[in-house]
Nanobody, 115 residues
Framework: QVQLVESGGGLVQAGGSLRLSCAASGSIFSVKTMGWYRQAPGKQREWVAAITSGGSTNYADSVKGRFTISRDNARNTVYLQMNSLKPEDTAIYYC?????????WGQGTQVTVSS
């Protein structure tokens, strides 16, 4: 079992920045990849970014160049630095952790970008 707790969401003006955190606990050794997804009202959940246990990163085209995913293995925490935020980035952001057998999700954190 892996438990995930997100934090760092909030209200920010367009052009501003936020840093989301995802603290993992439990069977951390089994996690292969961690990532961030988001879900806007009335839309499907979409993938945002991912980072592997080896540190390789990938981003959705919509956030490339603006968002940065990173991890602190000593703290078992993954971060999503979000810069140049746009109103269309408004969503609930979810952290996930992928093992060989399962995918785990956090409870989500709300990000609201005002125009």
């Amino acid at each position: 079992q892996v438990q995930l707790v997100e934090s760092g969401g909030g209200l920010v003006q367009a052009g501003g920045s936020l840093r989301l955190s995802c603290a993992a606990s439990g069977s951390i050794f089994s996690v292969k990849t961690m990532g961030w997804y988001r879900q806007a009202p009335g839309k499907q959940r979409e993938w945002v970014a991912a980072i592997t246990s080896g540190g390789s990163t990938n981003y959705a085209d919509s956030v490339k160049g603006r968002f940065t995913i990173s991890r602190d293995n000593a703290r078992n925490t993954v971060y999503l630095q979000m810069n140049s935020l746009k109103p269309e980035d408004t969503a609930i952001y979810y952290c996930n952790a992928i093992t060989l057998l399962e995918t785990y999700w956090g409870q989500g954190t709300q990000v609201t970008v005002s125009s």
